[in-house]
């Protein structure tokens, strides 16, 4: 079958095996209680989903099969002469579940690079729209238009096996990943640098033809979109494009609708949209202070008005770190090795020692550290990729690797439709008087 797919056939084998058995011994255990301010306030913290990728931990961060991204920076393969850690080797990672060889991240390059053909439909199908259409739209309109090379769709069609399932899902997972950066730098070179299209090369791996693709032939840029893929892959399966990705593929959607659903939700600014938000909320302090170099007495006054109209400091607080964000960390310390005198990025680690004092005046918000959308912008910017509207795109190709690695899982487990009991006020005003069994049904 492949190599990769032979040694996730294996893998996922053993863990469903396992999975059986805990199902069979535990399956009537009870795993926490949940509140009526759950059910009403975005199911936070009920646990409902299984995602073998990898876990968010509030004190730890992001840990892709237990390896926290300063341990991916340190044993992840690296690109020859760089020193971040290639996506390719994340992706087998969330995939087999152990650390790849080079030989293993070379293999996989090689794979990707075979199957990044894109159909000229695609190419019609996106200059079919208007080109100040969002690039999201752009981008998930892309996607739709790229089911029609789905495997698991015609497979499905013809009558699969149940037993198969993963493997069309595989083999679709790895073709729209493989093609994700063609499709992504098409859109941005039409809609900000007058559709002059540059050709993939073929010499290089994932993440830096993407950066070639796009125009930026900057060694370290390379080096950045290896490090921006990587950490931006995976968030466990709660996050909104995760969990939309989960949800629509467990109707066996195949993987191109299922990505579309998540791509939808990431565009939102509550989600991937909120680094779009950072950078343009920056800008415009830097515009009202009147200086690309705002001291911290200017920022906290900033951030206060902000606060007092009502509005967020984008790119601060998470709904389950409760810490500075590992993947803020990671890029704050690439900027200090690349850009250190950079005015945008010394203005974002002013933010960061400004605004987490002050959000922790206030007494009311759980966690007052930056997450990775604090940091990503200003990083682009240093190499006048400065069109913050595409950032969200850069931003779904990277979640590609672990959703789509998910999917995968989620068929090779057989995991069945997801469908959660909902209720009714009237319902719940009732159980709340003793007249009704709200959970019964």
Do not use: C
Request: glycine fraction near 8%; charged fraction near 25%; proline fraction near 5%.
């Amino acid at each position: 079958m492949g190599i990769i797919k032979d040694r996730f056939k294996t893998k996922a084998d053993a863990v469903a095996t396992e999975i059986k058995t805990l199902l069979k011994d535990h399956g009537d255990k009870k795993i926490g209680e949940v509140t009526l301010s759950q059910i009403y306030q975005g199911m936070r913290g009920i646990t409902g989903l299984v995602t073998e990728t990898s876990l968010l931990d509030a004190q730890e961060g992001i840990r892709f099969r237990g390896y926290t991204i300063p341990e991916l920076q340190q044993k992840l393969p690296k690109y020859k002469g760089g020193s971040e850690p290639m996506p390719e080797g994340l992706f087998y990672l969330m995939l087999v579940g152990e650390l790849p060889s080079e030989e293993d991240v070379q293999h996989l390059t090689s794979v990707w690079q075979r199957r990044s053909h894109v159909p000229n439909h695609v190419f019609a199908t996106i200059e079919a729209l208007p080109v100040n259409t969002h690039p999201m739209t752009q981008f998930v309109v892309a996607v739709m238009a790229l089911q029609t090379e789905s495997s698991f769709s015609k497979r499905y069609a013809a009558g699969m096996s149940k037993k198969d399932y993963w493997d069309a899902v595989f083999d679709d997972a790895m073709d729209l990943i493989a093609r994700l950066p063609r499709v992504a730098a098409y859109i941005y070179r039409r809609k900000y640098k007058n559709g002059e299209h540059i050709h993939p090369n073929g010499l290089l791996d994932w993440a830096g033809n993407f950066a070639h693709m796009m125009g930026f032939e900057d060694d370290t840029f390379k080096e950045l979109m290896r490090l921006y893929m990587t950490i931006h892959a995976d968030h466990e399966g709660g996050n909104v494009s995760a969990h939309a990705t989960h949800l629509v593929g467990s109707a066996l959607s195949d993987p191109y609708l299922s990505f579309a659903a998540g791509m939808n939700g990431l565009a939102g600014p509550l989600h991937g949209l909120a680094n779009q938000e950072v950078i343009k909320w920056i800008f415009e302090l830097r515009e009202e202070l009147q200086t690309e170099s705002p001291t911290g007495e200017q920022i906290a006054e900033y951030v206060k008005k902000t606060l007092s109209e009502g509005k967020v400091v984008p790119g601060y607080g998470h709904a389950v770190l409760r810490k500075t964000d590992p993947r803020f960390t990671a890029q704050m310390e690439f900027g200090q090795k690349h850009m250190p005198d950079d005015p945008l990025v010394k203005t974002v680690w002013t933010i960061y020692e400004v605004v987490p004092p002050i959000l922790q005046s206030l007494g009311k918000i759980k966690n007052p550290w930056p997450n990775v959308d604090a940091h990503s912008g200003a990083l682009l910017v240093h190499y006048n990729m400065v069109e913050y509207e595409f950032y969200t795109v850069l931003f779904g190709v990277s979640r590609s690797l672990g959703v789509l690695a998910s999917l995968i899982w989620d068929r090779a487990l057989g995991f069945p439709l997801e469908r959660p009991k909902s209720v009714t006020t009237d319902l719940v005003k009732l159980w709340l008087d003793g007249k009704d069994e709200i959970w019964e049904g």
